[in-house]
T-cell receptor, first 116, second 114 residues
Framework: AQKVTQAQTEISVVEKEDVTLDCVYE???????LFWYKQPPSGELVFLIR??????QNEISGRYSWNFQKSTSSFNFTITASQVVDSAVYFC?????????????FGGGTRVLVKP | DTEVTQTPKHLVMGMTNKKSLKCEQH?????MYWYKQKAKKPPELMFV???????INESVPSRFSPECPNSSLLNLHLHALQPEDSALYLC?????????????FGQGTRLTVV
């Protein structure tokens, strides 16, 4: 069975500060995908980034960056120079590909509040 | 176009009512999903359709009945619901491939059972 843990339930920052969200996962499968989703108050889950288990290269995309470390089963996500529009709940999620269908396992979510 | 459209956005129904939630995508995705999300909780998977066939049912009560009329549409029929079924119901779709696995979600239907 898979498990995703987001230890931080809520983070509050002032605009322009950097925010790092922690994610730790558990799976026995060797092939899996990790994701970060953003859920603003409107309710829609917005896909942000994906990383597969064979690619530990860390990247930067605009103000987003991520740090994937298989050795510690962590997939942390950073928002640089936060803005008020970044206020949302952020979910880390894991997929193990199965023949019956892909099942996303979500972490508990981290609420980010960016104050002006 | 990476849009999943859900209707209605809000729904209030009594415990004896029958209603349906609708979901539509035109991305050519062959997998579609229903998730249920309670307040301040992560989404929980209910059903997965793969190539228009039900492939996963996460032991959901029979008062929730999914239907996939074609590859672009997904319905969730509701009957005799309980107040504890009030939640945000999210539809999602994804490619059925090993390379494109991200799911795209709709804005959800906020359901209130009275």
């Amino acid at each position: 069975a898979q498990k995703v843990t987001q230890a931080q339930t809520e983070i509050s920052v002032v605009e322009k500060e950097d925010v790092t969200l922690d994610c730790v996962y558990e799976t026995r499968d060797t092939t899996y995908y990790l994701f970060w989703y953003k859920q603003p108050p409107s309710g829609e889950l917005v896909f942000l980034i994906r990383r597969n288990s064979f690619d530990e290269q860390n990247e930067i995309s605009g103000r987003y960056s991520w740090n994937f470390q298989k050795s510690t089963s962590s997939f942390n996500f950073t928002i640089t120079a936060s803005q008020v529009v970044d206020s949302a709940v952020y979910f880390c999620a894991l997929i193990v590909i199965k023949a019956a269908g892909n099942k996303l396992t979500f972490g508990g979510g981290t609420r980010v509040l960016v104050k002006p | 176009d990476t849009e999943v459209t859900q209707t209605p956005k809000h729904l209030v129904m009594g415990m004896t009512n029958k209603k349906s939630l609708k979901c539509e995508q035109h991305m050519g995705h062959r997998a579609m999903y229903w998730y249920k999300q309670k307040a301040k909780k992560p989404p929980e998977l209910m059903f997965v359709y793969s190539y228009e066939k039900l492939s996963i049912n996460e032991s959901v009560p029979s008062r929730f009945s999914p239907e996939c009329p074609n590859s672009s549409l997904l319905n969730l029929h509701l009957h005799a619901l309980q107040p504890e079924d009030s939640a945000l119901y999210l539809c999602a779709s994804s490619q059925e491939s090993y390379r494109n696995t991200e799911a795209f979600f709709g804005q959800g239907t906020r359901l209130t059972v009275v």
